[in-house]
C-alpha cells in the first residue's frame, strides 16, 4: 500500500529496474480503465491487457529507466481524457490521415474546468482499426 | 468558462479547427505549471510557453484534429506526473541513453496510490540538455 503518489512511482521505476513483474503489477491500480501507452504503442486499456504487455517487456530483461525532473499538478477535482487524435493534414494531392494518442488533463478551478496537461505523441498506423473496431459509431 | 471537462475539450479542438488562438489559450488554465508536449516536441511548461508554441503552430493554419475513442478517468484525489524519463539501453559497445516523456497519473484509492496511467513517448534528442539544464540535482 503505498502512502503517497511518489512512492508508488517510486515502486514502478523500481520494479522495472528489478524486471520484478510481480511487483510491477502491483503499482497498478486493479481497475478495467487503467491506460498504458508504451512508446510507440497501441493504447491498452484494463488491467488484463496491461499486465501482458509488461510481462512481455520483462520477459526479456530488466528496464532500466530513471525518472528525473517531475512536473507535479495536485488537484482536489481532476479529469483525465486519453483520446485517439485523428489528424488531418490537407496536401496538394488530397487529405491524409493519421493517429495520435493524447493524454488531456483538467482541473476544476473558480473559473470552471480548464486543460492542465495536453501530452500528444504518434500512434502506431493500426491505431485507427484496432481501437476504433469496436466502436463504429464514433467514425461518424 | 467551462462546467465540464467534455465542454474545454470541445472547445480546444474546435478553437484548433477554427485556427483560433485566443479562444484556444481561453481552455488552458492560467498557471504556470501547465504542460503541453506536442508530437515529437519538447515538454513545454508554463503559460507563456505554451502560448507561444500554439501562436506559432496557428500561425501556419488551422490544425484538423477529432478526438476519438476517449477513456474517461475520474477521481477525487488525483495526482499527475509528467516526468523525463532516462532509458538506459545496454548493448554489446556499452550503455546508450535515450530520452523519453511519461505521464503517469495516480488516483487515491481504498488501497492507497496507485497508478491509473502510463503515456510515454519518444523524446527529442535535445529534451535531456534543455530539461535537465537548470536543475543540475537531477543528474546525480
Not at 529496474?17 to 503489477?25: C, I, N, T
Request: charged letters at 20%; aromatic letters at 8%; proline letters at 6%.
Amino acid at each position: 500500500m503505498f502512502a503517497t503518489p511518489d512512492e508508488a512511482e517510486h515502486a514502478f521505476y523500481e520494479a522495472l529496474e528489478q524486471g520484478d513483474y510481480v511487483r510491477l503489477m502491483q503499482v497498478w491500480a486493479d481497475d478495467d480503465d487503467i491506460v498504458c501507452i508504451h512508446p510507440g504503442g497501441m493504447r491498452l486499456q484494463g488491467h488484463d491487457a496491461v499486465q501482458q504487455s509488461w510481462r512481455q517487456i520483462l520477459d526479456a530483461g530488466p528496464v532500466h529507466i530513471r525518472p528525473m525532473s517531475p512536473v507535479v499538478m495536485t488537484s482536489m477535482l481532476s479529469v483525465t481524457h486519453i483520446v485517439i487524435e485523428q489528424v488531418t493534414v490537407r496536401t496538394r494531392d488530397g487529405a491524409r490521415l493519421s493517429y495520435g494518442y493524447a493524454t488531456n488533463v483538467f482541473h476544476k478551478g473558480p473559473t470552471g474546468w480548464r486543460m492542465v496537461l495536453h501530452h500528444a505523441a504518434p500512434a502506431p498506423h493500426t491505431a485507427a482499426e484496432f481501437d476504433l473496431h469496436d466502436m463504429p459509431d464514433m467514425l461518424h
